[in-house]
């Protein structure tokens, strides 16, 4: 597909910039990939994303492309990893 073939190559340009590129670019491809239906792609992109330093909590929780995820315990320890990221208050 070719907006698959998009995300392939923002994951790949994001490889090489610095700061967030790589893990907002990772997050994205997550989206996309959730829309077409591909949930486990999704869920290995979600997690890339976070190993790689996602750490926006409420755009994964309140994202409505990720909504479908939202009861796979997968998702649900991914947004744990996020969590315990988090500073403490």
Known sequence: ME???MFEKLVEY???AEGTAQSDAHYQYAVGLEILGHKEEA???LQKAIQLGFSNLSDVTTDEDLQSLRDDPRFQALVSEIQRRQPAR
């Open 3 to 5: 907006g698959l073939a």
């Open 14 to 16: 994001a490889a090489k």
């Open 43 to 45: 869920l290995e992109h």
